[in-house]
C-alpha cells in the first residue's frame, strides 16, 4: 500500500522557520519526482515546490521562491520542505505528493498556522 | 503562474450530468494533453479521477470522462450520485514553468 505521511507542521509565528517532512512507503520514491501543495483555509491548490527524483532539480512557485529549500533523502525516502521567513499567507495544509500518468500519491497533509 | 479558470460552482440533480470547465492558454492546457482531474472532498486529500485529459485511472466509474478542445478542458460527470459532491481541480503541464499549474476549483453541489 502506497503512502505519503507528512510531518512537522504546526503554529509558528510570523518570520520564524519550519521543516517539514514527507515519509514516503510502498512505491519507489526514488524513480518520482517529489511535490509540495498547499491549501489555504477555503481555499484552492496552490504549487509549491518540486524536486527531480535524483535532487538534482528544484522547482518553487513565486510566492515561496528564496524562502522555502526543498530536499529529499531516496536512502530514507523522505521528502523535505524547509520553510523560513514564514508569512501569514504561507498558513495552509501542505500536502506532499507523487504522480506520474495514472499513478498519483498524495499524503493526508500537515497543518501550518503562521501567527502570533 | 496564473491558475487556470474554473467556474466557482456547478450544481445538477441526482441521475443528470454536469460538465466542469478548465480554461488555460496555449502554454499549458492548449499546447499539451496532460491535463487531469482532481476530486476533493472536505478535509481530504486530492483524489486523481482523470489524466492526459481522458483517461481513468484504475477503479474510477466511467460516470467521469474528460475532453479537450483548444485553451479548454472539460470534466464531464454523468448520473450524478450524491457522493459525487466535491471539489474539483483541474491541472496542467505548462512550459512557462515545465511543471504543473492548478485550476482554481469548482464546488459540485448535488441537489
Known amino acids: 500500500e502506497v503512502q505519503l505521511v507528512e510531518s512537522g507542521g504546526g503554529l509558528v509565528q510570523p518570520g520564524g522557520s519550519l521543516r517539514l517532512s514527507c515519509s514516503a512507503s510502498?512505491?519507489?520514491?526514488?524513480?518520482?519526482?517529489m511535490h509540495w501543495v498547499r491549501q489555504a483555509p477555503g481555499k484552492g491548490l496552490e504549487y509549491v515546490s518540486a524536486i527531480s527524483s535524483n535532487g538534482g532539480s528544484t522547482y518553487y512557485a513565486d510566492s515561496v521562491k528564496e524562502r522555502f529549500t526543498i530536499s529529499r533523502d531516496n536512502s530514507k525516502n523522505t521528502l523535505h520542505l524547509q520553510m523560513s521567513s514564514l508569512r501569514g499567507e504561507d498558513t495552509a495544509v501542505y500536502f506532499c505528493?507523487?504522480?506520474?500518468?495514472?499513478?498519483?500519491?498524495w499524503g493526508q497533509g500537515t497543518l501550518v498556522t503562521v501567527s502570533s | 503562474q496564473s491558475a487556470l479558470t474554473q467556474p466557482a460552482s456547478v450544481s445538477g440533480s441526482p441521475g443528470q450530468s454536469i460538465t466542469i470547465s478548465c480554461t488555460g492558454t496555449?502554454?499549458?492546457?492548449?499546447?499539451?494533453?496532460?491535463v487531469s482531474w482532481y476530486q476533493q472532498h472536505p478535509g481530504k486529500a486530492p483524489k486523481l479521477m482523470i489524466y492526459?485529459?481522458?483517461n481513468r485511472p484504475s477503479g474510477i466509474s466511467n460516470r467521469f470522462s474528460g475532453s479537450k478542445s483548444g485553451n479548454t478542458a472539460s470534466l464531464t460527470i454523468s448520473g450524478l450520485q450524491a457522493e459525487d459532491e466535491a471539489d474539483y481541480y483541474c491541472?496542467?503541464?505548462?512550459?512557462?514553468?515545465?511543471?504543473?499549474?492548478f485550476g482554481g476549483g469548482t464546488k459540485l453541489t448535488v441537489l
Open positions: 496555449v502554454s499549458d492546457v492548449g499546447g499539451y494533453n496532460y
Open positions: 505528493a507523487a504522480w506520474h500518468s495514472s499513478a498519483s500519491y
Open positions: 491541472s496542467s503541464y505548462t512550459s512557462i514553468t515545465t511543471l504543473e499549474v
Open positions: 492526459d485529459v481522458s
Open positions: 510502498g512505491f519507489t520514491f526514488s524513480n518520482y519526482a
